[in-house]
């Protein structure tokens, strides 16, 4: 399956087109990483987050998924993902290598449709939770935007993986901090 054909089922699930899910990196001025507060606010979203995910006992299903993670060390990961991906430093690049490969440090997981849905809840949450992105609806929108395409993206193209793409799940990344 072509990147165009993961797109478009991507879109079909997730209501959210590729072009859309560019506009939190493309289309804010001043950008994401300075609406949000820099780094330390990338750190507090996914402080923000997690703290949400792990306190989902009424869904031991989803908390499931991130039993092979602690709290800390779930944050540290998505927190260097988002400051790297918004322009800020190449924070995950230090911890984790070259490639975010974001697809196949996740196709170990079981995630499915509902739990993109449970996902989206928090995350969704999480931001407008966010004291430097309560007032701005345009950030808070667009970065929606960004994590309902690529909350689904990973569910689509996890179907395609092939085994020696995957990197993580069941497997301990040697960087790992308990």
Do not use: C
Request: overall charge negative; cysteine-free; charged content about 25%.
């Amino acid at each position: 399956m072509s990147k165009y054909d993961l797109r478009t089922k991507t879109q079909s699930l997730s209501g959210i087109s590729h072009d859309q899910s560019l506009l939190a990196s493309t289309s804010l001025n001043p950008p994401l990483l300075t609406r949000i507060g820099g780094a330390p606010g990338f750190h507090t979203l996914s402080t923000l987050f997690y703290k949400r995910v792990f306190a989902d006992t009424d869904h031991p299903w989803f908390l499931g998924i991130f039993a092979t993670s602690t709290s800390t060390e779930a944050i540290d990961n998505q927190y260097r993902f988002l400051v790297q991906t918004f322009g800020g430093e190449e924070l995950y690049k230090e911890k984790k290598g070259k490639y975010t490969r974001l697809v196949g440090r996740h196709a170990n997981y079981k995630i499915g449709l509902e739990a993109a849905e449970r996902w989206m809840y928090h995350m969704e949450l999480a931001i407008d939770e966010h004291e430097a992105l309560k007032e701005d609806e345009e950030a808070r929108e667009v970065l929606k935007m960004y994590f309902r395409f690529t909350a689904f993206y990973i569910v689509v193209a996890s179907d395609y993986m092939r085994d020696d793409q995957l990197s993580g799940g069941t497997q301990l990344d040697s960087g790992r901090i308990w």
